[in-house]
Antibody, heavy 117, light 107 residues
């Protein structure tokens, strides 16, 4: 069955950096677009970024453009999110999600990122 | 950016009753709309895509309708596990995707 397992979250100071990882299994990872979606505490869902199956094209929400970088390693069935210049408003649970036809059909359990001094 | 507005923010319903949730888009998204369900502390789960197609494994009591700017998610007979939060998402404006603010269904 499809499994997505995120890791790498934690507490970081404003201006700091963090790298999230997502390990995928149960499907042919290299066939699918992948995405990161976040959810601030007590708030709704916000799409952050996605990457095409081959890794050639990437897209970002305006709120993270220039600070976050999405990447993937199809040989390792892994998705990554490098987050730099973190702000308090980046505090959220970050979900890795498989993306197909505009929808997110499978989600990981999420990893919490807290940006605080 | 297409803004998605869900109403009501909270819906109070009794078990076994029908629930009707609304999602409105600030401009037409045709049928490029999905619905998700999220239980407390859990990841979202895809329920509906293409405005009315149930995702794999989703019970028949969940149905979606609408097109353009007005959409509805109907749960025909609420079960205990259905009292959670629901989100709509438009993907007409790909690559810019936007979610609604959510509707909480409570007992």
């Amino acid at each position: 069955q499809v499994q997505l397992v995120e890791s790498g979250g934690g507490l970081v100071k404003p201006g700091g950096s963090l790298r999230l990882s997502c390990a995928a299994s149960g499907f042919t990872f290299s066939d699918y677009y992948m995405s990161w979606v976040r959810q601030a505490p007590g708030r709704g869902l916000e799409w952050v970024s996605y990457i095409w199956s081959g890794g050639t094209n990437t897209y970002y929400a305006d709120s993270v453009k220039g600070r976050f970088t999405i990447s993937r390693d199809n040989a390792r069935n892994s998705l990554y999110l490098q987050m730099n210049s973190l702000r308090a408003e980046d505090t959220a649970v970050y979900y890795c999600a498989r993306f197909i036809g505009g929808r997110f059909d499978f989600w990981g359990q999420g990893t919490l990122v807290t940006v605080s001094a | 950016e297409i803004v998605m507005t869900q109403s009501p923010a909270t819906l109070s319903v009794s078990p076994g009753e029908r629930a009707t949730l609304s999602c409105r888009a600030s401009q037409s998204v045709n049928s490029n709309l999905a619905w998700y369900q999220q239980a407390p502390g859990q990841a979202p789960r895809l329920l509906i895509y293409g405005a009315s197609t149930r995702a794999t494994g989703i019970p028949a009591r969940f149905s979606g309708s609408g097109s353009g700017t007005e959409f509805t998610l109907t749960i025909s007979s609420l079960q205990s596990e259905d009292f959670v939060v629901y989100y709509c998402e438009q993907y007409k404006d790909w690559p810019l995707l936007t979610f609604g603010g959510g509707t909480k269904v409570e007992i």
